[in-house]
């Protein structure tokens, strides 16, 4: 009884048969694990997501940007060598000149005010600087970076464009937070469900535990086919909520590529890693094996040979 | 005296079990009261040694199956002591029922049969629960239903089975794992009496080979014809016995 090989042998052949017990109700099997893998998929789904913004959020990439608003004491053709001196600075990676006439010249064309301008003796605009930051810089460092500019006589103001990724950053704060707490919540409603439908099995099989009590069954006997029962719905289900999971990303993928290339960010419509699908599975198997010996440990008690 | 200080010595040494050579089953001033209820049994003092086979009759309530039970630990004894094969069941923890009933054969009136299952797996089931190979299993049941003459029904749902040949189903269920004692509780109930007779003459065979076995029975007339023990009970107590036809019973 102790040969390893023996008791692999012996745990196979029960899980099997606990399979073709299962496999005698197709259609009950199919259900149950159809309600399990449709819990699944909801904190699955937003896993999926969360992960696909992550490295959309993790990067600076080519998104962030310090307009520097120079004064009006700076002549257009100091532009080049203010330019070189800043990128010399440490964490900044390019730099980008929009003088004054090209700044006039942009805001005709984007604000309808041309002829209203025109009336103006000045170019009443100033230069303007825009500096990217080095790839790797957090929003401290931008930060630091945004003073430090700020403090250089010729510069005027200095305005950071990252709302949209500290807006990114939130949701896929909120994203992977929620995915926690559904995950905890819909594991919850799948024990539930694979208790549920251990106990109704157990009632189903009443005579027959009773008779194995009977002859001298002993406890592990008798909660093992429902034991290996339940993960074998935790697997069927962490298998439903996978194909569910893979169609659902088929069909958001679309407007999720529309929603990276707006950020200038590569994605691949990809669904789990072979990692995170074998994760899924044992996730699936706990749930099914707690789920089981929830409801063994509570109702094969009350059966007990007359 | 004597008896007492060896029967302590060999507590001392195993407290749940202890093999008293020849005393498969003791009872000494055994009482079982069911909750709610007057009935049950009242100081049973009573022995069988290895190898016997004796009936145990009395009228309808009288105790005969709540004293089978006892030994099969259905029931918990609610006084007195009770030894079966060494084993002093009132200190028996509960996680060591399943070792102590996988030692009994037991037989009852409704043959308690799966009926999902054919003959074979039926049979199977104390060998299956003890984690023998198939193979073993596949050769001792067949041996079983030879013994019993249904090797052609191995196939075979029980629903399609006559009454007789249910019962002896479930005998070689009983059987099969080779159990030291057999404890029988109305196995002739629901047959005719030449079906009756087999059945009986069935059991005796096991004893023939040494198996102990305890039958419950209301059947005086055909009990009577066999030239066994018999043990008659009445309202819980123990009131006639034939191998102590002396005895102070009352
Ligand atoms: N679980 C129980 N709870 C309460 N009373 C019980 C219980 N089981 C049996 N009894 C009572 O104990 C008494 C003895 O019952 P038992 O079944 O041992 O009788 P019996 O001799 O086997 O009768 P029969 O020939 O009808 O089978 C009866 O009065 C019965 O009502
Ligand atoms: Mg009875």
């Known amino acids: ?306 | 005296m004597k008896s007492v200080s060896l029967a302590k010595q060999r507590l001392s040494a195993d407290p749940a079990r202890s093999r008293a050579k020849g005393d498969v089953i003791h009872f000494e001033q055994v009482s079982k009261r069911y909750p709610d209820s007057h009935a049950g049994l009242s100081e049973i003092d009573l022995s069988l040694r290895q190898g016997e086979m004796a009936f145990l009759t009395g009228h309808s309530g009288a105790g005969k199956s709540t004293l089978l039970k006892l030994i099969g630990l259905l029931e918990r004894p609610s006084g007195g002591q009770l030894r079966v094969l060494g084993r002093y069941l009132n200190r028996l923890a509960p996680r060591q029922v399943a070792a102590h009933r996988r030692e009994i054969g037991m037989i009852f009136q409704d043959n308690r049969l799966l009926f999902d299952r054919n003959v074979f797996d039926n049979v199977a089931l104390p060998l299956v629960i003890r984690g023998m190979a198939p193979r073993e299993i596949a050769r001792r049941v067949r041996a079983a239903l030879d013994k019993t003459g249904l090797l052609h029904k191995e196939r075979a749902l029980p629903v399609t089975l006559s009454g007789g040949e249910q019962q002896r189903v479930g005998i070689a269920r009983a059987v099969v794992a080779k159990p030291p004692l057999i404890l029988a509780d109305e196995p002739t109930g629901n047959l005719d009496p030449g079906l009756s007779r087999d059945i009986m003459a069935l059991l005796d065979e096991f004893n023939q080979v040494g198996v102990t076995v305890l039958i419950a029975s209301h059947d005086i007339e055909l009990i009577s014809t066999l030239g066994k023990r018999i043990l008659v009970l009445e309202e819980g107590r123990l009131v006639y016995d034939t191998a102590n036809p002396e005895g102070r019973h009352d």
């Open chain 1, 1 to 306: 009884m102790t040969d390893p090989r023996a008791w692999l042998g012996g745990a196979w052949r029960d899980a099997r048969q606990a399979l073709l017990r299962l496999a005698r109700a197709p259609l009950a099997t199919l259900t149950t694990s159809a309600v399990i893998g449709i819990t699944l998929v909801l904190p699955l789904a937003l896993y999926l997501v969360a992960s696909h913004l992550r490295p959309l959020a993790g990067g600076w990439d080519e998104g962030a940007s310090l307009s520097l608003f120079l004064r009006d004491t700076v002549a257009d053709d100091a532009l080049p060598t203010l330019r070189q001196r800043l990128l010399r600075l440490p964490g900044v990676a390019a730099v980008r000149i929009i003088d004054r006439a090209a700044a006039l010249a942009e805001f005709r064309r984007y604000s309808g005010f041309g002829e209203a301008l025109k009336l103006l003796p000045d170019n009443p605009l100033p230069a303007v600087l825009v500096v990217r930051p080095a790839r790797d810089s957090d929003a401290q460092a931008i930060e630091r970076l945004a003073a430090r500019l700020r403090a250089l006589p010729q510069v005027d103001q200095v305005q950071v464009d990252h709302a949209w990724l500290e807006r990114l950053r939130a949701l896929q704060h909120l994203l992977s937070r929620a995915t926690w707490v559904l995950g905890a919540l819909l594991g919850l409603a799948v024990l539930l469900t694979i208790g549920n439908t251990v106990r109704l099995e157990i009632q189903h099989r009443a005579e027959e535990i009773r008779v194995s009590k009977l002859i001298g069954a002993s406890d592990g006997f008798i909660r093992r086919p429902f034991l290996y029962a339940g993960v074998w719905y935790g697997l069927f289900g962490a298998v439903i909520a996978w194909w569910l999971s893979t169609i659902s990303l088929i069909l958001i993928a679309p407007p999720l590529r529309e929603l990276a290339g707006l950020y200038e960010y590569q994605t691949q419509a990809s669904a789990l890693s072979l990692g995170e699908f074998l994760a899924l599975l044992g996730i699936g198997a706990a749930l099914g094996l707690l789920g089981a010996w929830l409801a063994v440990s509570r109702h094969l008690r009350e059966i007990e040979p007359d």
